[in-house]
Structure formats: structure tokens, C-alpha cells
T-cell receptor, first 115, second 113 residues
Framework: SQQGEEDPQALSIQEGENATMNCSYK?????LQWYRQNSGRGLVHLIL?????REKHSGRLRVTLDTSKKSSSLLITASRAADTASYFC???????????????FGTGTRLKVLA | DVKVTQSSRYLVKRTGEKVFLECVQD?????MFWYRQDPGLGLRLIYF???????EKGDIPEGYSVSREKKERFSLILESASTNQTSMYLC????????????FGSGTRLTVV
């Protein structure tokens, strides 16, 4: 299964409500990242949280990380129709041959914000 | 802003054709990556490169090759396209360290008929 697994798979809310998405992973991580993907487009990096951080904010986004539970959550406050997208978490995995890292992505949460 | 440009948004090719997907980034990033995205499977790493002329296999390299002759350009090659390579292909670049996010291109939706 994926290193990062998002929950729920799909979420539908009214504009103005908060949206919470969760990500679980299996191995120790150096950092965890969240990305947004609008339909049929590339992914956009939203926020990175390091393993020694517990919470991070960026505008209407709040990310928490619980390394003891191997989980993270993404909260979008006061959601807007423009937030409609798929959201992915990604965890960094070391590539032993080169010393670089790749990110392992989950399958995403599809968020729909109704106007 | 860093920009990653993929040459085609949509591409239709015939089975057996050799297909080139081009990706160019404008911020002097060392690392470049090719992923494919399929419903229910998420993003899977095909190949990546951490320097000019360097390449390493990702999780699903079979049927693909890559070329990185210049730092800004990373090409994905389908040697002999097959229908199971119909997918969304995403190129990404990243400045060296792993504590930075990817910058993705807009993607190329390839259909092999």
C-alpha cells in the first residue's frame, strides 16, 4: 500500500465550512508535504512540515503532524469554491543509490466545495 | 516563480510509436523527476535525475528511458508505446535538498491507441 494514505477519499462541504483531510504513513519520515491538484493539471506544493514540527500555518491552511501516530492532517478554514481540488500528502524516502530523496504520494482526497 | 513547462498538454500516439515527452525548468534545479498518475494508483515515479547526464530508475521504469543533456531539460522517452502507457505524465523539479517541495509541470495526458 502507499506510504501516504489520505482519508477520506472524497469530501463534499459547503462554502465557508472547514475541511479536514488526514494522511497516514508507515515509516519514519524526514518531512511531510501537502499538494493540491486541480482537475487535469499538475500538483501545486502547499506546505512542508518537518518531523520535529507539530503544527504549521500558511494562510487558511493548517497542517499538524503527529509522528507517534504517523499521521498528519490538513485543515482548510473558511473554504471557497476555488478550493475544490484533490489534495495529496507526500513523504520523503531516501534513495540509497544517490543520496537524494523521492517523495511517495498517496492517492489523494477529492474535495468539493459547494457554493 | 519557478516554472516547469511540459511541451504538450494532450498527446495521442499509436501503439509501437516512439514517444518523446519534454520538460523544461527555468530555475537551475538539480533534481528532475518523471511521474505517471493513474486513477486509484496515485503518482508513481518512473525516472529521476539529480544532475546533467545522470539518471536513476524509479519504481516503474520498464518501457521508458530518459535523457538529460542539459540541466534545464529532462526528456521521457517511450521506446515503443503501448496502450498500458496511456496515462497522465507529470514532470517535477526540485532544488537539491529534500526539505523543499516539488514544482510540477501542468502534465501531459497521453493516450496510446
Amino acid at each position: 500500500s502507499q506510504q501516504g494514505e489520505e482519508d477520506p477519499q472524497a469530501l463534499s462541504i459547503q462554502e465557508g465550512e472547514n475541511a479536514t483531510m488526514n494522511c497516514s504513513y508507515k515509516t519514519s519520515i524526514n518531512n511531510l508535504q501537502w499538494y493540491r491538484q486541480n482537475s487535469g493539471r499538475g500538483l501545486v506544493h502547499l506546505i512542508l512540515i518537518r518531523s520535529n514540527e507539530r503544527e504549521k500555518h500558511s494562510g487558511r491552511l493548517r497542517v499538524t503532524l503527529d509522528t507517534s501516530k504517523k499521521s498528519s492532517s490538513l485543515l482548510i478554514t473558511a473554504s471557497r469554491a476555488a478550493d475544490t481540488a484533490s489534495y495529496f500528502c507526500a513523504t520523503a524516502a531516501a534513495l540509497s543509490t544517490s543520496g537524494t530523496y523521492k517523495y511517495i504520494f498517496g492517492t489523494g482526497t477529492r474535495l468539493k466545495v459547494l457554493a | 516563480d519557478v516554472k516547469v513547462t511540459q511541451s504538450s498538454r494532450y498527446l495521442v500516439k499509436r501503439t509501437g510509436e516512439k514517444v518523446f515527452l519534454e520538460c523544461v525548468q527555468d530555475m537551475d534545479h538539480e533534481n528532475m523527476f518523471w511521474y505517471r498518475q493513474d486513477p486509484g494508483l496515485g503518482l508513481r515515479l518512473i525516472y529521476f535525475s539529480y544532475d546533467v547526464k545522470m539518471k536513476e530508475k524509479g519504481d516503474i521504469p520498464e518501457g521508458y528511458s530518459v535523457s538529460r543533456e542539459k540541466k534545464e531539460r529532462f526528456s521521457l522517452i517511450l521506446e515503443s508505446a503501448s496502450t498500458n502507457q496511456t496515462s497522465m505524465y507529470l514532470c517535477a523539479s526540485r532544488v537539491g535538498g529534500h526539505n523543499y517541495g516539488y514544482t510540477f509541470g501542468s502534465g501531459t495526458r497521453l493516450t496510446v491507441v
